[in-house]
C-alpha cells in the first residue's frame, strides 16, 4: 500500500532490452512478487515484464492513451470523444465499462476506425484495474506519479549545468529519490 522508488537507472534509449536489465536487477535484488505493472505503452516493455514477472498483470496507462490519441481526432469532436471515453475508464466495473466501450465503438468507429481500433486491441490492458479494489484504482490506472517524479528530477537538474560529472548528478537523482520515499513512507 505504499509508494516507493525501488532504484534509478542511468540509461540511453528506452529499449525492450534495456528493460529486460532493468527487471532482471531488481528480481536479483529481492523484487520477486509483483501483482501489477503499469506501463506507458512503451513497445517491448509488456513483453520484458512478463518475461520477469509472468504471473502479473499489465495496466497501459489510461492517461498517455488518452493523449496519443487526442491529436488524430478532428477539433470539433475532441470534448465528444474524450467524454465518450471518460465512460469507459470511469465506469463502476469491467462490465459496465465493457458496455460504456461498445457504445463508444458504434458511436465512433465509423468515424475514427483507426484510433477505435487501437483502444479495442488494447481494451484488455486498458481495463485491468477493475481487477483490483476501487480503493486503489486512483494509483493504477497510470504511470503519472512516476512521469512526474522523472519531471521533477528533470526540472532540478536542468539549472545545475555546473555538474562536474555523472557521479554528482546521480548524487542529486539519489538523494530526490531518497527524499521522495521518505515523503510517502507513511501514505498509504
Not at 470539433?76 to 463508444?104: E, G, M, P, R, S
Not at 555538474?163 to 546521480?170: R, V
Request: hydrophobic share 35%.
Amino acid at each position: 500500500g505504499r509508494r516507493q522508488i525501488l532504484g534509478f537507472y542511468i540509461g540511453g534509449q528506452e529499449s525492450s532490452n534495456g528493460w529486460k536489465d532493468v527487471l532482471k536487477d531488481l528480481y536479483n535484488r529481492g523484487v520477486h512478487e509483483v501483482l501489477l505493472g503499469v506501463f506507458d505503452g512503451l513497445p517491448g516493455l509488456d513483453e520484458a515484464f512478463k518475461e520477469a514477472y509472468p504471473q502479473a498483470d499489465v495496466q497501459h496507462c489510461i492517461v498517455h492513451k488518452v493523449r496519443s490519441t487526442f491529436p488524430k481526432i478532428r477539433v470539433q469532436d475532441k470534448t465528444d470523444f474524450i467524454n465518450d471515453l471518460k465512460t469507459i475508464y470511469n465506469a463502476l466495473d469491467d462490465v459496465c465499462a465493457l458496455a460504456a466501450f461498445d457504445t463508444f465503438k458504434d458511436k465512433w468507429v465509423k468515424r475514427y476506425p483507426k484510433e477505435v481500433k487501437s483502444w479495442e486491441d488494447q481494451l484488455s490492458t486498458l481495463l485491468t484495474f477493475y481487477q483490483y479494489p476501487e480503493e486503489i484504482k486512483d494509483a493504477i490506472y497510470t504511470s503519472n506519479p512516476i512521469e512526474r517524479m522523472n519531471k521533477e528530477i528533470r526540472k532540478r537538474l536542468k539549472p545545475m549545468n555546473s555538474l562536474t560529472n555523472m557521479d554528482a548528478a546521480e548524487k542529486i537523482v539519489y538523494l530526490d529519490v531518497i527524499a521522495y520515499n521518505e515523503r510517502f513512507e507513511s501514505r498509504v
